[in-house]
């Protein structure tokens, strides 16, 4: 079972002859979001400089529990300023 998303070949063998059909090749994605691992690319020296009035822009970095990046996702980010 791989844990790393990219491309794969598989190999099914008896007595070391690929079957019909041996090899396949897979895409493995990466697997669901984990917060742990997922981050932003704020800074801390960032938000002693947000200007009121002004757009302040960052990128959230989406990553599985085995640390592949998701290049695309479904998931909702929610992202709340408290004053």
């Known amino acids: ?25 897979a895409k493995v994605q990466a697997g669901e979001v984990s917060s742990q691992n997922s981050f932003t690319s704020i800074k801390e020296a960032d938000l002693l400089s947000i200007v009121a009035g002004q757009t302040f822009l960052f990128t959230v970095s989406l990553v599985d529990i085995y640390g592949n990046a998701k290049t695309s996702a479904k998931e909702v980010i929610q992202i709340l300023a408290e004053y």
């Open 1 to 25: 079972m791989p844990f790393t998303a990219g491309d794969y070949i598989v190999s099914v063998k008896l007595v070391d002859i690929d079957i019909k059909g041996s090899p396949y090749y």
